[in-house]
């Protein structure tokens, strides 16, 4: 018998009832390369996508759950970068990045350090791309009107349970390494899962 043609020794199947509103958890984002590029915008190395029939841009973004009770659970969501019909969605996904930022390298929202908005900037979103951060975890509907989870928000650590759940130490401006030096973007790769690469 192979284990194609005897399943008790197979795994129990996973529940995957949606995760509850409003969870906080570690995640990894990595984006779906879509092949769009508009170098005068600085979207290049063809992560951005765009949809041929309203002409937004956006990263389409998948967020892998890294631990807890819902750890190797996936959602989807898209980052706003352009939309035809005014600056609010690209403000939006702007806001999102740099929670995102703020979350992964231990940054204060209102830190405005040299340090910090050193740690705020990237070379691309290649540097996005593998990222982890703490996120909240949101309720959205698919096309048949089922409730599925998304992200929308990254939790920084000025929330009571940033340390907590990213398993760092909130650290100060001083103490940040500037993540956008030749050297870690040259390095960034590596940080890639290998179903990824």
């Known amino acids: 018998m192979t284990t194609w043609n005897d399943f008790n020794s ?12 409003g969870t906080l958890v570690k995640v990894r984002m990595t984006i779906r390369p879509g092949g769009y590029d508009d170098a005068s915008q600085g979207w290049t190395g063809g992560y951005a996508t765009q949809n041929m029939t309203t002409g937004s841009v956006y990263l389409n973004c998948e967020f892998v759950v890294l631990e807890g009770p819902y750890a190797k659970r996936k959602m989807w ?6 939309s035809p ?7 939006m996904g702007r806001a999102f990045v740099k929670g995102i930022l703020n979350s992964s390298r231990g940054l204060h929202p209102q830190d405005n350090s040299q340090q910090a908005q050193q740690a705020r900037r990237i070379q691309g979103f290649a540097d996005l791309d593998g990222i982890e951060f703490v996120a909240k975890v949101e309720m959205d509907k698919d096309q048949n009107g089922d409730d599925k989870n998304v992200i929308k928000t990254a ?3 000025d929330h ?7 398993g760092n130490t909130v650290q100060s401006a001083a103490s940040t390494q500037p993540a956008s030096s030749p050297q870690a973007s040259a390095s960034a790769p590596t940080g890639r899962p ?3 690469q």
């Open 85 to 91: 019909k005014g600056p609010e969605w690209a403000n």
């Open 160 to 166: 009571k349970d940033y340390a907590a759940v990213s």
């Open 77 to 82: 969501s898209l980052i706003g970068l352009h």
């Open 155 to 157: 939790i920084t650590p």
């Open 10 to 21: 197979a795994e129990d199947q996973n529940n995957f009832d949606v995760i509850p509103k």
């Open 194 to 196: 290998s179903w990824a």
